[in-house]
């Protein structure tokens, strides 16, 4: 199944409209069984997240979601609504100054652990989207709660309708009906407030009432938090296993098993919204499933192998996935053709998930034609009118991605890499960041499915280039690091992340001098057994040698930064990161760099914002806080010391220097992509390849 997710590609009216049909369109052709749709607001715009979301509030929706339903079944899948009201999370109803519905006036708000690790961009995009129009919160009436009730069951029959096959109600993640649930929002005295049976009214007489809508002849179910993290009374998993029997017993078909926790914490959406482990969730699953005769939807992370397995194991009846569907529409037919490894894999980078924070439309780091399926959906599988001779040099994620597209469209390439190795910039992401592995593997070998002609360990010469007699060069050779002038970056013990990247991913020649001998020595044996050819098998070996000390200080706390931290974290050393901005990582996703960043805290990592490293030593790392740059902002400078034994530069990424020369090669005006002409990590470097790809016809 796929599971529901919020795209924000409507127009800003609720309509299904050609983007979104195409996009689920393409999901129906790519075999996945049953489809659940985004949200969709059953009393739109009242009771909506946002204006870019789908609607179901009166009959003049149902034109636009016929259209959807009978797109989706030309392809033979099935089609589900999710019905929501969001509650305290209707944005629209408090930017457009209507009452927003609430079970009880809360007394608490949240931790707001979110805030310090959330950039003043991104805090200013969110207050743009939660813009106060005057909306305030209403405690509902009895016959709000009906009047309510009856709007869910109107959308019902609406649903039946339009040809859905199947009615989710959205009773978790915050919205209203999970309010109804949460002893913290709900704290009424009446016969909707109390027990979790009573708690559990709203719903219970929701389903009741739909089904009476619609006369039995769709199924309806519900979406149900397992629990709900790091909320002072908030949902525990008792609750929920009551609160499925009463939906079960009140006509439900189905029990969708997701989870939730405080908005406002920087970890509760990695704990349960979007699990960060993988399949966190299948042991509470498998209770209910016990408890229950009818099926349960696990969800939550689930890989396709971890799906089979929680089948085998009756953790689940069917599993949702989310954005494995939105890297990969095409992921259940590949399935079924026995070739798992083709699947693109999702690299759990939440890039998708962040845009609908700040009402802006979904789109992925991997996968460029997601939200554009109208015009870029076909883009790897129509054909070029004339196929033509392609060089690619440079073997990372942009050469790769641009190698994959022309390859798939006819043309002839060939691909150049100067090291032993595909993968670039990638391979180091890799093995500091596992998903990033999959995602090398599956390039690597589309280039292999589409007989790209790929010559590793081979410069790109004019020569070479010109006896190709290319079309068109597509050059993507990748950044570089400018040479630090700290005073100090040339001692012995102070690495940056170029050298550390040699030696651990054998992708240079050895001649990291800085790293201890020792360290290149065990890292070219390492090579010779073919270890670091495997980003996995080299993180585990990682995990027994490193040749770095025991306290280690990063200089720049970017993305790299970051990621070199975690890596070195679980690797057992002390880190301390020292960065100037006021956010570290600015460039991840913020849900990733919620939960990275409470990672590192909580496994003993020191975090230093606003600071300004002037000089290392033999032991000690030297900073100023308090902007020495700008004397005049008012904040006295402090200066400070951490020690070290070992220091990693994560600063100084640029374009790459020896661009110009690669501007025209053998008379070929090239493309240039990637990291080459600008940081942009995998996300950049995937959709740069892509288009480049593209663009050759
Ligand atoms: C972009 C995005 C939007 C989402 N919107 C919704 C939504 O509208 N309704 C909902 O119940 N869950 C929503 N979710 C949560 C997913 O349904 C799913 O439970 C979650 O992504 C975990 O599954 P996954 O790891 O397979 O992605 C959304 C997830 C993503 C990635
Ligand atoms: S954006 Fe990242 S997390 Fe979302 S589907 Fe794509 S790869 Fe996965």
């Not at 989870?259 to 399949?279: N, R």
Request: with cysteine; proline share 5%.
């Amino acid at each position: 199944m796929q599971a529901p997710m919020g795209v924000e590609m409507v127009d800003g009216d609720g309509l299904a409209n050609e983007a979104i049909i195409a996009y689920y369109e393409e999901r129906a052709r790519g075999g996945v069984g049953l489809i659940i749709t985004e949200t969709c607001a059953m009393d739109y715009p009242n009771g909506a997240n946002s204006r870019h979301q789908l609607g179901l509030s009166d009959d003049s929706f149902i034109v636009g979601m016929t259209e959807l339903t009978s797109r989706v079944h030309n392809h033979g899948a099935k089609i589900a609504v999710q019905l929501a009201h969001h509650g305290k999370v209707s944005r629209v109803d408090k930017k457009e100054g209507r009452d927003i519905l609430v079970p009880s006036i809360p007394e608490w708000h949240g931790s707001f652990s979110m805030l310090a690790d959330t950039t003043p961009e991104e805090l200013g995009w969110m207050a743009a989207v939660n813009g106060d129009g005057g909306g305030k919160l209403k405690e509902m009436t009895t016959d709000d709660i009906l009047e309510t009730t009856d709007k869910f069951a109107e959308a019902a029959r609406r649903a039946r309708d339009s040809g859905f096959d199947g009615i989710e109600i959205h009773a978790s993640h915050g919205y209203l009906i999970s309010a109804f649930l949460s002893k913290q929002w709900n704290t009424r005295d009446d016969e909707y407030g109390g027990s979790i049976a009573q708690r559990s009214r709203f719903l219970v007489e929701i389903i009741e009432a739909m089904r009476a809508k619609v006369d039995d002849e769709i199924p309806v179910w519900c979406r149900l938090d397992a629990k709900e993290y790091l909320t002072p009374d908030g949902i525990e998993f008792a609750d929920a296993r009551t609160t499925a029997r009463l939906a079960e017993k009140a006509g439900a078909a189905a029990i969708h098993l997701s989870a939730y926790g405080d908005s406002t914490s920087a970890s509760a959406f990695t704990l349960g919204t979007l699990p960060h482990t993988e399949a966190k969730h299948k042991h509470l699953s498998a209770q209910i499933k016990a408890d229950l005769a009818i099926p349960v939807i696990g969800v939550g992370r689930v890989n396709p192998a971890t799906a089979e397995q929680m089948l085998i194991d009756g953790q689940a009846d069917l599993i949702a996935m989310g954005r494995q569907l939105l890297a990969d529409p095409e992921l259940a037919n590949k399935l079924g053709e026995g070739r798992p490894a083709d699947i693109r894999p999702c690299i759990n980078c939440y890039v998708c998930v962040a845009s609908p924070f700040f009402d802006r439309r979904v789109h992925c780091a991997v996968n460029p034609a997601l939200g554009n399926e109208t015009e870029l959906a076909t883009a790897d599988r129509d054909t070029a009118p004339a196929s033509k001779n392609v060089v690619v040099v440079g073997g990372g994620p942009a050469g790769m991605e641009a190698a994959r597209i022309a390859a798939s469209r006819g043309h002839n390439v060939t691909l150049f890499e100067a090291s032993a190795q595909l993968g670039g910039a990638l391979r180091f992401a890799a093995l500091v960041y596992e998903p990033n592995a999959r995602l090398l593997a599956w390039l690597t070998r589309q280039m292999d499915n589409l007989g790209v002609d790929v010559r590793t360990g081979t410069p790109a010469t004019p020569e070479a280039i010109q006896a190709l007699s290319p079309n068109d060069v597509i050059v993507a050779i990748g950044g570089a690091r400018e040479t630090s002038t700290l005073p100090g970056a040339t001692l012995k013990h102070v690495v940056d992340g170029d050298d550390l990247r040699k030696v651990l991913t054998g992708s240079g020649d050895g001649d990291a001098k800085k790293v201890p001998l020792v360290g290149r020595l065990a890292a070219n044996a390492g090579r010779l057994l073919g270890l670091t050819a495997d980003a996995d098998r080299l993180a585990k070996l990682t995990k027994l040698y490193m040749p770095l000390g025991k306290e280690v200080t990063i200089v720049g706390g970017g993305l790299v930064g970051i990621e070199i931290a975690e890596f070195l974290v679980e690797r057992g050393r002390n880190v301390t990161v020292i960065d100037p901005g006021p956010t570290m990582a600015p460039e991840m996703a913020h849900p990733r760099r919620w939960r990275v960043l409470t990672d590192l805290r909580e496994h003993g990592a020191t975090l230093i914002t606003g600071a300004t490293v002037t000089s290392i030593d033999s032991d000690r790392v030297h900073y100023q806080t308090g902007n020495p740059g700008n004397p005049d902002n008012g904040e006295p400078v402090v200066a400070d010391s951490v020690p070290a034994d070992s220091v990693i530069l994560a600063t100084g990424l640029t374009g790459n220097p020896t661009l110009d020369k690669w501007r025209t090669v053998a008379g070929v005006e090239t493309t240039i992509v990637g990291d080459a002409s600008g940081i942009g990590y995998i996300e950049g470097a995937i959709h740069d390849g892509f288009h480049a790809g593209l663009r050759l016809g």
